[in-house]
């Protein structure tokens, strides 16, 4: 044990070195060919190694390379720093190393907790039983997806998990154009296929096509087959915008539909001040998938999804065989229960230290200022005459393309090579996406750290970049 104790005071220091110093080192650097064949290609070692060379390893090999997020300079996808908090107890956690299917324990109880002030923060109605962590929002779509189709199936007559889906008429889902990939994976790997997922178009501001969405299911409905899920979003990926909840919820009802929120990045931005008045409306979903690693910080992984109604969820998924069996949790029952994973990790406690040490009030300014901070990029880059915003701003996401003078012809070229090309030059670090048929680059803002400087360099980096690109097009 002394030999673990020392290196354990060597990783506490390598760790809180990391974090404090993490703003003085590139953003992200490409990987040397001699450490990328080291980290793919090496063999396992035929006698065991001591801790102390395995630090070594890290420290040289591993530290380096980051994929960036955690610096200052970093508005890629959505990937946030972590939270000094969840990164001091996440060892404990692999200390005590429960499973979190279920049982009374640490783990079990304090997930619960985590839960409830999830389902607060954001104004969800919670009852016990009314969600779990998951690894992330992908898993936690498939969870609510999977509840929306046992009930459109018992609603019917049918028990999916007895029959599948055969013999029921095809289950129709729709997402809007701007909804997250995890939707269509969602649909896919719970057997509804792609050609019953719907792509309701968005208007100018990105955000859910109502009317469309209702002559959609108006046309489905006439064709015999079953609208049973309707996903919107609150942030989507590529501009934070956020769909018209009420009327979403309005055109479900009708139909019987579930009513899905993907929050995975957006929902805590009901917190900013002059939040976007719309979020009043998820609270009317069936269920919500939030992502603790994102917005709020919690070191990856800690997904979450939230329901209304924990007993549908749990008919969704229990199977108890009988070494399983357990009356401990008051007619909870186990987290495995609610959804397909058996053992679960305790991300309650990276989740419960990091909102704890930030307090609501802390949470609050977390999102304000990030929220404060792409207001600020979204005036800085109207007031420049070789910028143009692609997007309305509502959250923290802010999407744009570089438009220099007299280069209009090959402004997708030039906006799709940029992100690389600023990568690449390590003082800064953004992704693109494509935006109505337009090359676009996206911001997002997530980092508290992140300064007005910061932003300059962004925007003077993007043009170093471009120019470089330019430079090397009309070299002869
Ligand atoms: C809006 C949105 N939904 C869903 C996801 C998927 O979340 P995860 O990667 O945690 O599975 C993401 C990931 O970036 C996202 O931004």
Not at 231 to 248: K, L, M, Q, Y
Request: glycine share 8%; aromatic share 8%.
């Amino acid at each position: 044990m002394d030999e673990l104790r020392r290196a354990v005071r060597i990783v506490a220091d390598l760790t809180a070195g990391y974090l404090a110093d993490v703003g003085e080192r590139p953003v992200w650097q490409p990987v040397t060919e001699l450490d990328s064949s080291w980290l793919t290609d090496q063999d396992l070692p035929t006698a065991g190694r001591p801790f102390s060379e395995l630090v070594d390893d890290v420290r040289a090999r591993m530290l380096p390379y980051p994929l960036g997020n955690g610096h200052p300079r970093f508005f890629g996808w959505v990937n946030s720093a972590p939270s000094a908090a969840g990164v001091l107890v996440a060892p404990i956690a692999a200390a005590m190393n429960p499973s979190c299917a279920g049982g009374e324990h640490a783990g079990v109880l304090l997930e619960h907790t985590v839960l409830r002030w999830l389902a607060e923060l954001v104004g969800f109605p919670h009852r016990p039983g009314g969600g779990l962590l998951t690894s992330g929002a992908s898993m936690a779509t498939v969870i609510a997806v999977a509840a929306a189709r046992q009930r459109a199936a018992y609603q019917d007559g049918l028990d999916v998990r007895e029959e599948g889906l055969y013999g029921h008429r095809p289950m129709v889902m729709y997402v809007s154009a701007e909804g997250h990939s995890c939707l269509r994976k969602a649909a896919e790997l719970l057997g509804l296929g792609n050609r019953q997922v719907r792509v309701v178009p968005v208007d100018d501001a990105f955000r859910m096509n109502v009317e469309t969405l209702r002559s959609l299911v108006a046309r489905d409905v006439r064709a015999g087959l079953r609208p049973f899920c309707v996903a919107a979003s609150a942030g989507t990926v590529n501009t934070g915008a956020i769909d018209p909840f009420d009327e979403i919820a309005d055109v479900a009802a009708e139909h019987t539909m579930w009513f899905h929120i993907d929050g995975a990045y957006g929902a805590l931005g009901v917190l900013a001040d002059n939040a976007w008045p719309g979020y009043a409306g998820m609270a009317r979903a069936d269920s919500l998938a939030l992502d603790p690693h994102k917005w709020l910080g919690v070191p990856v992984d800690c997904g979450c999804v939230l329901w209304r109604d924990p007993a549908l969820t749990r008919a969704t998924f229990s199977l108890i065989p009988a070494y399983l069996r357990d009356e401990i949790e008051g007619g909870l029952g186990w987290f495995s229960e609610y959804g397909p994973e058996q053992t679960r990790p305790f991300r309650a406690l990276r989740a419960w230290a990091t909102m704890s040490h930030l307090g609501r009030d802390g949470i609050v300014r977390l999102v304000d200022t990030t929220v404060q901070l792409a207001r600020t990029l979204e005036a800085m880059i109207d007031a420049a005459e070789d910028f143009e915003l692609l997007a309305p701003r509502t959250t923290s996401i802010v999407a744009f393309r570089y438009r220099p003078a007299n280069q209009e012809q090959r402004l997708d070229e030039l906006n799709r090579q940029i992100p690389s090309a600023v990568q690449h030059r390590g003082r800064a670090f953004l992704t693109g996406t494509q935006l109505a048929g337009v090359e676009a680059l996206r911001a997002c803002l997530l980092n508290p750290a992140t300064t007005k400087d910061d932003l300059g360099v962004l925007l003077d980096e993007i043009r170093v970049a471009a120019a470089g690109i330019t430079a090397a097009e009309t070299q002869p």
